[in-house]
């Protein structure tokens, strides 16, 4: 992933500065070479490995594709994963959103203690994060036991291993970065241009859609994209927490590489995953710029 | 794909570490069970004069690990860890194992004919059991069968099965009548898995939790999310020493051996041969790995060791081993990939 925080671009950016960047692009490139020679050991070659892998066995063969695209098994475990990212980086970004907004209008001073607040989960690991659900929402757990105390049901409600839970699971997990990326965003968003807006007569409402909503559209892009990348790839959550019918394509990979030997099958899978994250990850960047367009607004 | 990176990275650390000759890298599956053998065989053998220095590796999948090693030529185990079900019949066909020496190792024959595969050492058993929350059961009434398991209206309650077609199905033929000794006959023979399928879907329904690690359905117990719950027989008894009410079902169980092996061209063979005799065939060894782990041991010897109310919880004793099933790793082996694609279309449904 090149996006990130620190690639975030904030909304005031001088057109000297952009002309000084690009002339000294050439000579600085070797501050690239660490980063980049790890990523082509770590990242690059196994992934090229894993790319001959989908397509070679015996020889060339296209039999892994195959199998994956002709069956109704791995299409409707696909077009699952697809939408549980989807829906839950959406989730996560608009339950986001408000928190980050927040935090980025904060004074200086108090800033830095909402944002511990915010990143205080990161230091649980997720694997904890996913059983305290297991814990919370048992039949015998405390959900449980207050609703049934108060009267408003008199059986335990089922709530674990079903589509729900695994949807919560997976915004909790996803929201301390969904709102972490979208608040580096709009740190760098200048509030004069909401209080021009406000003096030319703009209502808060309308200053905020027709200025600030734009200008941290790519916060909100980078959010929903890492967000999407990182669901694509869930493998404890629905694993734990969900059924069957909640088993993404992490959970078939794990199957094909460790139980069943599949490997080739498991290269295709996750070529497969890869190619259609990078696409759809794509296909969103491109709809919210168009959505959050200032239209007539100078950029 | 995460996981293949993770599993290299995980390799590529293994690798970094300096491999010393006479280091005898023993892997297994980690948790309490890494800890008893780290107390009652690593270490003494350390402490043992033997010149060999046995250093424990854990993982959680042997079949992959094992196959890497052998694909890169990258042997890093010198013992790999228990090869449950078809997966050690799959390592020994592919030829990722060493053979072992029967008579070379056991020249008194004290172990019995099951416990020595020709590549490997079975001397402990367990079994895939039912866990039973006693205070769970309809008042009065006790689950002695799967067809019990299966009897939803008389025996109310959330129930978890593993996520695998291997045992269930075994189980499924068990509650619709079949004798555990014709279990894999019936599996065998025309349309006997299609009968195994649709007694399961009658099952279906109340299954809450289809669970892939073995601590799932055990949590799941101690909870009181679940009430009837498959699981491995020591992870069950475990629970019984923390006061859960439960209680493990003998009838119908399933019983596996897993043989610790040598992987081909291991690096350090004859510490692993060293280390083997040291910690599986000593008796007294075996007596105490039994005892906190509740796997069985295999040597007649070692079970008539434990008081009668221990026995009722072992997997080989005498009265145990008659009522359960002996997994059959040869149907799996033959027939799994074809099975496994069912099972999980059967699982979207």
Redesign the interface.
């Known amino acids: 992933m090149s996006t990130g925080p620190a690639s975030v671009s904030g909304g005031a950016r001088w057109r000297s500065w952009r002309i000084v960047s690009m002339r000294s692009e050439g000579s600085s490139a070797w501050l690239l070479a660490p980063a980049a020679l790890l990523l082509a050991v770590?990242f690059v070659a196994?992934i090229l490995v894993?790319f001959r892998w989908s397509f070679f066995a015996d020889g060339p063969t296209l039999e892994f594709y195959r199998e994956i695209f002709g069956s109704?098994?791995y299409r409707?475990?696909l077009a699952r994963t697809l939408v549980f990212s989807l829906v839950a980086a959406v989730l996560s970004v608009v339950i986001g959103y408000p928190a980050a907004y927040f935090l980025a209008t904060r004074p200086v001073r108090t800033r830095m203690n909402w944002l511990a607040v915010v990143l205080l989960p990161l230091w649980v690991s997720s694997l904890i994060r996913t059983y305290s659900w297991?814990?919370l929402l048992?039949?015998?757990?405390p959900a449980n036991m207050a609703l049934m105390a108060l009267g408003l049901t008199d059986q335990p409600i089922?709530f674990?291993?079903g589509r729900g839970i695994v949807y919560a699971a997976m915004v909790q997990v996803l929201l301390p970065m969904a709102v972490t990326i979208m608040y580096a965003g709009m740190l760098s968003i200048e509030q004069t241009f909401i209080k021009a807006a406000r003096i030319l007569g703009a209502s808060p409402a309308y200053a905020f859609r027709k200025v600030f909503l734009p200008l941290s559209a790519s916060g909100i892009t980078n959010a929903l994209v890492i967000c999407f990348v990182l669901s694509l790839?869930f493998?404890i959550t629905p694993?734990?927490l969900g059924?069957?019918?909640e088993?993404m394509i992490?959970?078939?990979?794990?199957?094909a590489?460790?139980?069943?030997?599949e490997?080739n099958l498991?290269?295709a899978?996750?070529v497969v995953?890869?190619l259609v994250g990078i696409a759809v990850a794509g296909i969103l960047a491109f709809a919210i710029r168009l959505l959050t367009s200032p239209g007539r607004m100078p950029r | 794909?995460?996981?293949?990176?993770l599993?290299?990275?995980s390799l590529a650390l293994l690798l970094g570490g300096t491999a010393m000759a006479d280091t005898v890298r023993v892997a297994n599956y980690g948790g309490s069970f890494g800890d008893a053998m780290n107390k009652i065989c690593l270490e003494p053998f350390n402490n043992s004069g033997s010149g060999h220095t046995a250093e424990q590796v854990v993982t959680d999948?042997m079949?992959?690990q094992l196959?890497i090693q052998q694909d890169t030529k990258n042997v890093v185990w010198d013992i790999a860890p228990g090869a449950e079900g078809e997966a050690y019949i799959?390592a020994k066909t592919n030829g990722w194992l060493e053979t072992f020496d029967w008579a070379a190792l056991d020249p008194d024959g004290k172990l019995p004919a099951v416990a020595k595969p020709d590549h490997g050492i079975a001397s402990s058993a367990y079994s895939s059991t039912l866990g039973i929350r006693t205070d769970k059961l309809p008042q009065g009434k006790e689950m002695k069968s799967w067809a019990d398991f299966w009897n939803v209206a008389e025996f109310p309650g959330?129930r978890s099965l593993r996520?695998s077609p291997v045992e269930n199905l075994e189980f499924a033929l068990m509650a619709d009548g079949v004798p555990a000794k014709e279990v894999y006959g019936v599996l065998r023979s025309e349309g006997g898995v299609d009968r195994a399928f649709k007694k399961l879907g009658e099952i279906k329904p109340s299954i809450?939790?289809?669970w892939?690690?073995a601590q799932?359905p055990v949590?799941g117990l101690a909870?009181?999310?679940l009430s009837f719950a498959t699981s491995f027989n020591g992870r069950i008894a475990n629970l019984k020493k923390d006061n859960v009410p439960v209680k493990i079902m003998w009838d119908g169980a399933s019983l596996n051996t897993s043989p610790i092996t040598i992987p081909a061209g291991a690096p350090n063979k004859e510490g692993a041969l060293a280390f083997i005799k040291f910690c599986y065939l000593d008796p007294a060894r075996m007596v105490e790995l039994s005892r906190a782990t509740g796997t069985g041991s295999l040597l007649p010897e070692v079970v008539k060791q434990f008081s009668a109310e221990e026995q009722a919880d072992m997997p080989t004793a005498e009265q145990n081993l008659a009522v359960q099933l002996v997994i059959d790793p040869q149907f799996w082996y033959e027939n799994?990939?074809k099975i496994?694609?069912r099972w999980?279309?059967w699982?979207?449904q």
């Open positions: 770590c196994p894993v109704t098994l409707t475990i297991l814990i048992g039949r015998e757990g089922q674990l291993y790839g493998f694993n734990l059924g069957p019918r088993a992490s959970n078939m990979i794990d199957r590489v460790n139980e069943s030997l490997w498991a290269a899978l996750g995953l890869l | 794909m995460f996981r293949l990176i599993g290299t990275t999948n079949l992959a196959k799959t959330p996520n809450v939790q289809w892939t690690s799932q949590q909870s009181g999310e799994r990939a496994q694609k999980e279309e699982m979207l």
